[in-house]
């Protein structure tokens, strides 16, 4: 399994790392399969989507704002909206690889999503080979 | 990766796949392990579940419309809401596979999600091998 | 594929199944690459999130609930909540496994979601092979 981190700069957040989980998958030597992009984290999670109008982002963010209760919540941390929008996104996302190349539709880019930053987040890659 | 096109014919719409994934699981000859049924577009998705009674696809739809906003939304397309649904439904799903075959749950079906069509989408199919 | 049963006692729960998941990928001599958990069923899911304060349990129960509604439905069981929660959440979720080991984020822990119980589900667990 191979990592990088991400500081992110506020409370939500979409942080394009497709380029991190590129390198991340040269390193493991991964040809053929699928790279399972995960987050070790109950606060984020990782969605794949169009990474080429930044406003799409901001318009993910905000839909799912909308969707979530501000409380009251049980959770005595009071960040329980964050928690439900990892388990909205989840943990991890596959991104198919062939030829040793991350195959992506078109508009497609990897994010961390960031829930209850600012925080230093983990971000681990694992190749899972085809047959 | 085996690929397969499907033509929708809505904006919206859920369109059971499941035949076309079990002869993609054919071509690659997988044995065991889990097929990854991915989408490469950002407003269309996968998803898993029941395929009898077709009255649950449109509830499934009605639930995903309800519960996105309209807008107004900062992606000058205006089509964010179907962004968002992908996000929740997810570019991949995988199914299980034993002995050659997809092993669905008695009412499970595999459905590609359409959230801004009519359009023709492709679907990838990679095989990952058991362990 | 390993499989286990979970008994749920109430309409709606997430049950910790760490510990079977783990027990199921030392029966399969799972070494590393990835665990697939997943429920075949139309109305539960797989999710990974917080366990160590069950109140974030509860809080996510209660959120998923808040999101949808209660109907009316086209679909004649009256249950299609629970379908869409269960798309919402996925029918699988992937664990990293390394040496043998999950390896899970210091916080999360491995739940099946019930959304239409009390019920007896399946749970399988597929190992997917690094490369």
Known sequence: VERFEVATRARRALVDVTRDVEAACARLGL???????????????????????????????????ALLPRGPFRHTEGNSDAHAASVLVGASALVPVAEGR??????????????DGPRTREVWVAGLGGR
Not at 37 to 57: K, S
């Open 31 to 65: 040809r053929d399969g699928a790279a399972m992009v995960y987050v070790p984290h109950t606060t984020a999670g990782v969605l794949i989507n169009e990474g080429y109008d930044p406003a799409v982002a901001e318009d993910l963010l905000a839909a799912l704002e």
């Open 102 to 115: 991350l195959r992506l539709g078109r508009w497609q880019r990897v994010f961390l999503c960031e829930f």
